[in-house]
Nanobody
Framework: QVQLVESGGGLVQPGGSLRLSCAAS????????MAWYRQVPGQEREFVANVRTGEPGNTNYADSVKGRFAISWDLNWKTSDLQMNSLRPEDSAIYYC???????????????WGQGVQVTVSS
């Protein structure tokens, strides 16, 4: 089994920063991508950022967070961080970690999700 566990959420004032972490563990043969999504209650989950673990410089961002957020991947710890700067009230959401992982014994990758972590940007 594979687990993704997020940490680092909380309350921050507009203009502030937060750093989210996602730790992957379990029966993993290969990790292809790590990504972050967010969801506001009553709205669809939206893409925030992703990174290809084999090419740490290969990152993608939603237009709404470009220049403010940065995603990273640590191979040794198997963790993905999302550094969020210049936060705005509209960044408030539940943030979910997502990964494409091939388990030992499988031939194709499956999608896995973390449990989510709340980020609230408010004065």
């Amino acid at each position: 089994q594979v687990q993704l566990v997020e940490s680092g959420g909380g309350l921050v004032q507009p203009g502030g920063s937060l750093r989210l972490s996602c730790a992957a563990s379990g029966n993993m043969r290969s990790i292809y991508t790590m990504a972050w999504y967010r969801q506001v209650p009553g709205q669809e989950r939206e893409f925030v950022a992703n990174v290809r673990t084999g090419e740490p410089g290969n990152t993608n961002y939603a237009d709404s967070v470009k220049g403010r957020f940065a995603i990273s991947w640590d191979l040794n710890w198997k963790t993905s961080d999302l550094q969020m700067n210049s936060l705005r009230p509209e960044d408030s959401a539940i943030y979910y970690c997502n990964s494409e992982i091939v388990e030992w014994g499988d031939e194709v990758a499956s999608q896995y999700w973390g449990q989510g972590v709340q980020v609230t940007v408010s004065s």
